[in-house]
């Protein structure tokens, strides 16, 4: 009878041990976010792009899932059509963005960056109001904006002042108060794709530092801690460092490697290449703004399915016709990762912040998001790489 009831307790341990092992990744990551304090950990911050839904103003036709759909092989090898694993969702549905968020939230990601537009009011917003903010679990995973204000090449700027108060009071009405808004120091992440832009946009310097003390003020009779203000290393201005200084720049990221490094090789660039030069790029201007400066880690880089069929893929035109990362997988971004995490954990305690290219940038090439072949290897990445607090 005795040696019974110890094969049973091994046996009980045995299943206890399987049991627990397979409950530590999501506990590792579920740790990390509530019992650690922000100063000891890395924060991940996703760039999302919300352009997966249909559109309900009828002249805005993107078709951004055809366009993945339709996507062909452009030179041997290439790994076009990318099949999503979850299907073409609609992503202002509150079910399909409660699974986005599940699958974040237990990998580590804490916060889903929107890429924000104003087009003389919301544009492309249904993805955040529709589907992340009537998602049951939303609250798992935080939302920040980066407002892509980009001044396409020969048209006019397309928000002036009295435009930039309207979107401000909206944003600081509508969002800032939210409680799943990230905050940064207490205060709402915001980020300007295109300060270089923003300057235009607003007229000068000085005007521009007006706008933004304006936006500061609204944030604050919101009830929050205030504006964090945080810039894409993307068309910046001359003179950057003075014109962060002007207008308060808290800090300094990256929207995608090929923003800051030249893709060398057409039709395809070596991905841990790619890497090297991004990050050695960093190393050399981290100092250059006077404020934190967040790595960026990128899956990858493929807007081929962008070229319309009939357009040839040559290299000879601008932006689709790039060459993309040969080599992404999720092993190299492993590596990628690693490589950030390691210098983000150089930054300020509680600005210990890397941004991940990209959850959905499907038609780029970017994506966190299962596919058919990697299934969700990108993200047992990022929980991997980022479960553990920095000691």
Same mark, same amino acid.
Request: glycine fraction near 6%.
């Given at each position: 009878?005795?040696?019974?009831?110890?094969?049973?307790?091994?046996?009980?341990?045995?299943?206890?041990?399987?049991?627990?092992?397979?409950?530590?990744?999501?506990?590792?990551?579920?740790?990390?976010?509530?019992?650690?304090?922000?100063?000891?950990?890395?924060?991940?911050?996703?760039?999302?792009?919300?352009?997966?839904?249909?559109?309900?103003?009828?002249?805005?036709?993107?078709?951004?899932?055809?366009?993945?759909?339709?996507?062909?092989?452009?030179?041997?090898?290439?790994?076009?059509?990318?099949? %999503?694993?979850?299907?073409?969702?609609?992503?202002?549905? %509150?079910?399909?963005?409660?699974?986005?968020?599940?699958?974040?939230?237990?990998?580590?990601?804490?916060?889903? $960056?929107?890429?924000?537009?104003?087009?003389?009011? !919301?544009?492309?917003?249904?993805?955040?109001?529709?589907?992340?903010?009537?998602?049951?679990?939303?609250?798992?995973?935080?939302?920040? $904006?980066?407002?892509?204000?980009?001044?396409?090449?020969?048209?006019?700027?397309?928000?002036?002042?009295?435009?930039?108060?309207?979107?401000?009071?909206?944003?600081?009405?509508?969002?800032?108060?939210?409680?799943?808004?990230?905050?940064?120091?207490?205060?709402?992440?915001?980020?300007?794709?295109?300060?270089?832009?923003?300057?235009?946009?607003?007229?000068?310097?000085?005007?521009?530092?007006?706008?933004?003390?304006?936006?500061?003020?609204?944030?604050?009779?919101?009830?929050?801690?205030?504006?964090?203000?945080?810039?894409?290393?993307?068309?910046?201005?001359?003179?950057?460092?003075?014109?962060?200084?002007?207008?308060?720049?808290?800090?300094?990221?990256?929207?995608?490697?090929?923003?800051?490094?030249?893709?060398?090789?057409? !039709?395809?660039?070596?991905?841990?290449?790619?890497?090297?030069?991004?990050?050695?790029?960093?190393?050399?201007?981290?100092?250059?703004?006077?404020? =934190?400066?967040?790595?960026?880690?990128?899956?990858?880089?493929?807007? /081929?399915?962008?070229?319309?069929?009939?357009?040839?893929?040559?290299?000879?035109?601008?932006?689709?016709?790039? =060459?993309?990362?040969?080599?992404?997988? %999720?092993?190299?971004?492993?590596?990628?990762?690693?490589?950030?995490?390691?210098?983000?954990?150089? $930054?300020? =305690?509680?600005?210990?912040?890397?941004?991940?290219?990209?959850?959905?940038?499907?038609?780029?090439?970017?994506? $966190?998001?299962?596919? /058919?072949?990697?299934?969700?290897?990108?993200?047992?990445?990022?929980?991997?790489?980022?479960?553990?607090?920095?000691?």
């Amino acid at each position: 009878m005795s040696i019974h009831i110890d094969r049973v307790a091994r046996l009980r341990r045995a299943f206890f041990r399987i049991l627990l092992t397979g409950l530590f990744s999501a506990a590792l990551v579920a740790t990390q976010s509530v019992a650690t304090p922000p100063e000891h950990r890395i924060q991940v911050a996703a760039y999302y792009f919300p352009n997966w839904h249909e559109e309900t103003q009828p002249e805005v036709n993107h078709g951004e899932w055809e366009a993945l759909k339709n996507a062909r092989a452009r030179f041997p090898g290439q790994p076009q059509p990318v099949v %999503p694993l979850w299907g073409y969702q609609d992503e202002a549905d %509150p079910a399909v963005m409660a699974q986005k968020i599940e699958a974040a939230a237990s990998h580590g990601i804490d916060v889903f $960056l929107f890429d924000w537009y104003w087009r003389g009011g !919301p544009f492309l917003e249904r993805a955040l109001n529709e589907g992340y903010l009537k998602a049951p679990n939303h609250e798992r995973v935080k939302f920040a $904006l980066m407002w892509d204000n980009q001044i396409a090449d020969g048209s006019p700027a397309p928000i002036d002042r009295k435009g930039f108060e309207q979107m401000t009071d909206h944003i600081t009405r509508d969002l800032f108060p939210r409680d799943s808004f990230w905050t940064v120091d207490g205060r709402c992440y915001f980020s300007i794709y295109t300060l270089g832009d923003f300057v235009k946009e607003m007229g000068s310097v000085q005007s521009a530092k007006s706008a933004i003390e304006s936006f500061r003020a609204k944030a604050m009779a919101a009830g929050r801690k205030g504006l964090y203000l945080n810039v894409v290393d993307y068309k910046l201005p001359e003179d950057a460092r003075s014109v962060f200084q002007s207008l308060g720049v808290d800090s300094i990221t990256s929207y995608v490697w090929v923003h800051k490094i030249k893709l060398k090789d057409f !039709p395809k660039t070596d991905y841990n290449w790619a890497a090297s030069a991004y990050f050695s790029y960093w190393d050399a201007h981290k100092d250059d703004y006077g404020v =934190p400066y967040f790595p960026n880690a990128t899956s990858g880089w493929d807007p /081929t399915p962008r070229i319309p069929a009939s357009v040839p893929y040559d290299g000879k035109t601008p932006y689709p016709n790039t =060459p993309v990362l040969w080599g992404s997988s %999720p092993q190299n971004f492993t590596s990628a990762l690693k490589q950030a995490r390691q210098r983000t954990a150089e $930054l300020p =305690p509680g600005q210990r912040i890397v941004t991940i290219y990209a959850w959905n940038e499907w038609t780029e090439g970017g994506h $966190l998001e299962p596919d /058919t072949v990697h299934k969700m290897a990108y993200l047992d990445a990022i929980r991997d790489v980022f479960g553990l607090p920095i000691h």
